[in-house]
């Protein structure tokens, strides 16, 4: 930490006083484009459920999602403080770069974590919120604090924090779930091996520094390249059963068939491109198309289910 | 008068105006959550309860 951190926060015994970190410090703790995607996602759950929810309750619910969602990055923050530090990627955030304090982050993301289980609770039903609760531990605690540091299979398994978001969403709309969010977990759970990995093979300079057994540190590169082929190739056609499942039309039926092709062809490249800049270059277009590609998934889902632009197509599934 | 006793121990050192204007611009922001919060619960309030809440004898 630095010289101008220590002399803000700490008396003359070296105690913690507090740091001067302003609301946006306290926000980027939130991971903002984390909390964009669960919003997408967690509204895709909620507008393709079968049923409906009063539109003020939905918001807040919503709200308390995202917030959830944003407490346990929080927590995340506070745990990996010290990998973040050593990481060119996250040395800047709040609390490896001295704005906030460790302390002052684990209260804001407890805080956040009870208040966001409760408000759900209150506002939608039991069943949402406990799921809600479960989200947090999972990325919290199972993720962060255990399988990250221990297992290359990390990314894939606490994915499915990542994953639950739809579910929550079914769950505050029928008080239930059912297939409907169990296939859109799926899609993200599928989905995150493959985002995660065309990052951690041009960032595997960073996980080695931090002691992160990534997949291409543990497994070695070209394994890590057939992992995200393989992924993909799940991934693609379990992205196209909404529409065969009657809640996806055929907007969503072309846009998930032509961003899939997209997501097979652009992970073939990395695959088949190997060495120097080209496969760096490879790598982090199958990362930045593959956001988009959920991104557009759920926002055509919502579209077709919230806005009625929904040409039905017959349920040839579900 | 009498001179500061040496060994008193210096209070830690006070916050720049700079980290003032930082910490009041977090106290404002803070306070709008607060606000914020407090429509939230009345709006969803309202919303839970229905318009049922003004059907009852006077």
Known sequence: ?318 | MSPAPQDKKQPPAPFSPEDMARRNRRSVALALVLGGLVLFFFIVTLAKTGPAILNRPL
């Open chain 1, 1 to 318: 930490m630095s010289a101008a951190f220590d002399q803000i926060t700490q008396a003359d015994d070296g105690v913690a006083l507090s740091s001067t970190g302003e609301a946006r410090d306290f926000f980027a703790l939130l991971k903002p484009r984390v909390m964009f995607l669960v919003i997408v996602t967690a509204l895709g759950g909620m507008v393709a459920a079968p049923g409906a929810v009063n539109p003020v309750i939905g918001f807040a619910a919503l709200l308390a999602i995202s917030v959830g969602a944003g407490a346990s990055g929080c927590l995340n923050m506070w745990w990996d403080a010290d990998i973040d530090a050593v990481m060119a990627r996250t040395a800047g955030r709040p609390i490896p770069a001295g704005r906030i304090l460790p302390s002052e982050a684990l209260a804001f993301g407890l805080t956040l974590s009870v208040g966001s289980v409760l408000v759900l609770g209150l506002v939608a039903n039991l069943l949402s919120a406990a799921m809600l609760a479960f989200t947090i531990f999972f990325y919290a605690v199972v993720y962060s604090m255990w399988l990250k540091r221990a297992t290359p299979q990390n990314i894939v398994i606490g994915g499915a924090a990542g994953a639950f978001p739809p579910m929550i969403g079914e769950a505050v709309v029928t008080g239930d779930f059912g297939l409907t969010s169990i296939v859109l977990f799926a899609i993200i759970f599928l989905w995150t091996p493959p985002h995660f990995w065309a990052l951690a093979l041009v960032k595997s300079g960073d996980y080695a520094r931090a002691g992160i057994p990534m997949l291409p540190n543990v497994a070695g590169p070209a394994a890590t390249r057939r992992q995200i082929v393989a992924y993909t190739l799940v991934l693609a056609p379990v992205a196209v059963l909404p529409a065969l499942m009657g809640f996806g039309g055929l907007i969503y039926l072309i846009v998930s068939v032509v961003t899939g092709l997209a997501m097979i062809g652009l992970s073939l490249r990395v695959l088949r491109v190997t060495e120097g800049e080209p496969a760096n270059k490879a790598a982090y277009a199958l990362f930045g198309f593959s956001i988009l590609y959920l991104f557009l998934l759920f926002a055509v889902l919502l579209a077709e289910n919230g806005l009625g632009l929904m040409w039905a197509l017959p349920k040839v599934l579900g």
